[in-house]
């Protein structure tokens, strides 16, 4: 199971060329797993057991050189200046008019930055902050495939890592490690109501990887199900739910911003909206009644009939004690504070204050 995936020249990623799933979509720019079997009951694993998932869509982009700390802090807007050895952030990349042109998730090591970001994405993100690389000592390169990633969540995760004598990080916290004599970078992002892992190690040892963790109890996902835990946690995905047209504020995700680490690039509209407020839209998680709708459903206040805003992005749920649909997207802010009752093609949308307690 140690050997060399097949090279992916159409676009499988590493386990995905290796042959175990039938069902392959392209998922960012990378033919992935869609399922393994029922959506629903993967979606079960990944909230109650622990689930192993495909991460070969993602890539990471390597900053070096005596000024990256300064130049980085000055291209997001996140506080990467005072990050510790070892940690992690989740930023947005925006141009000067405050527009969001990325997002990613920053790691600080002795050596370098590591910035993750789906294989779509780095293509763009790499030639705009190249643009902004003039007298400095930087250099950016993305990592090839000759690495990849698994993803591992569930609230039996921990147990599942322990078992390899692994230490397990604290959340936004990574470390290097062993699992069953292969190399690896663990990782651990927000929890998304269970703790979630990522595992980086060579490509070489995929098979290796998806075995062990499988013999240990994880159960495979794919990223449907992954999918619907995001839209569960109301979690915004780039590409999907948030668009190059968009600030950082309509997003609503804060832990993307950092308000006192001083200039960057769109830092000025930033701060101008966060001093007058003066954002139109919103984005909002959504319980829907009735049909699933697709990406870009627009959203019709009652009495209006112009639209209101859209919705991003959708999922079904049929779990235990939580039968519902919920969905992402955006609405103007005067109609969510006269608290209109929205429609869209095929029913009715109501926006929640918090995301599903987990069933």
């Known amino acids: 199971m140690g050997q060399t995936p097949p090279a992916i020249e159409d676009h499988r990623t590493p386990l995905a060329a290796l042959?175990?799933?039938?069902?392959?979509?392209?998922?960012?720019?990378?033919?992935?797993?869609?399922?393994?079997?029922?959506?629903?009951?993967?979606?079960?694993?990944?909230?109650?057991?622990?689930?192993?998932?495909?991460?070969?869509?993602?890539?990471?982009?390597?900053?070096?050189?005596?000024?990256r700390v300064?130049?980085?802090?000055?291209?997001?807007?996140?506080?990467v200046r005072d990050m510790a050895e070892g940690s992690v952030l989740y930023t947005f990349?925006?141009?000067?008019?405050?527009?969001?042109?990325?997002?990613?998730?920053?790691?600080?090591s002795a050596e370098d930055f590591l910035m993750e970001t789906d294989r779509l994405q780095a293509p763009r993100l790499l030639n705009h902050l190249n643009h902004y690389i003039i007298m400095d000592d930087v250099i950016l390169h993305e990592l090839d495939a000759s690495e990849t990633a698994l993803g591992l969540c569930g609230p039996q995760t921990i147990e599942i890592l322990e078992s390899f004598k692994a230490p397990v990080p604290e959340n936004l916290r990574f470390v290097p490690t062993e699992i069953g004599g292969v190399p690896v970078t663990l990782v651990r992002l927000e929890d998304v109501h269970v703790p979630s892992f990522e595992l980086w190690f060579d490509a070489s040892h995929v098979g290796t990887m998806w075995k062990l963790l499988s013999e240990a109890g994880a159960r495979?996902?794919?990223?449907?199900?992954?999918?619907?835990?995001?839209?569960?946690?109301?979690?915004?995905?780039?590409?999907?739910?948030?668009?190059?047209?968009?600030?950082?504020?309509?997003?609503?995700?804060?832990?993307?911003?950092?308000?006192?680490?001083?200039?960057?690039?769109?830092?000025?509209?930033?701060?101008?909206?966060?001093?007058?407020a003066t954002i139109h839209r919103s984005l909002r998680q959504f319980e829907l009644d009735g049909d699933l709708p697709q990406p870009g459903t627009e959203l019709y206040a009652e009495g209006e009939d112009k639209p209101v805003g859209e919705l991003t992005s959708a999922a079904h749920?049929?779990?235990?004690?939580?039968?519902?649909?919920?969905?992402?997207?955006?609405?103007?802010?005067?109609?969510?504070?006269?608290?209109?009752?929205?429609?869209?093609?095929?029913?009715t949308a109501v926006p929640l204050q918090a995301p599903p307690v987990l069933p």
């Not at 300064?70 to 506080?79: A, D, E, P, Q, T």
Request: charged share 20%; proline share 3%.
């Open 220 to 276: 495979p996902a794919g990223f449907a199900a992954v999918d619907a835990l995001r839209i569960f946690a109301g979690v915004p995905q780039y590409g999907v739910d948030i668009f190059d047209r968009h600030l950082p504020q309509e997003t609503n995700q804060m832990r993307a911003l950092n308000f006192s680490k001083g200039c960057y690039l769109g830092q000025e509209i930033v701060e101008r909206i966060r001093s007058r």
């Open 19 to 67: 042959g175990i799933a039938s069902d392959l979509q392209m998922h960012f720019g990378q033919l992935t797993p869609q399922a393994f079997e029922d959506c629903a009951l993967e979606l079960g694993h990944l909230m109650h057991a622990a689930a192993i998932y495909d991460l070969g869509y993602r890539t990471r982009i390597r900053i070096t050189g005596r000024d």
């Open 93 to 108: 990349v925006l141009n000067a008019q405050g527009r969001i042109q990325g997002d990613g998730h920053v790691f600080r």
């Open 70 to 79: 300064r130049w980085l802090n000055g291209m997001v807007s996140n506080n």
């Open 317 to 347: 749920f049929a779990l235990p004690g939580f039968t519902r649909a919920l969905a992402l997207g955006y609405v103007r802010v005067e109609i969510l504070e006269r608290k209109t009752a929205l429609r869209y093609a095929g029913g």
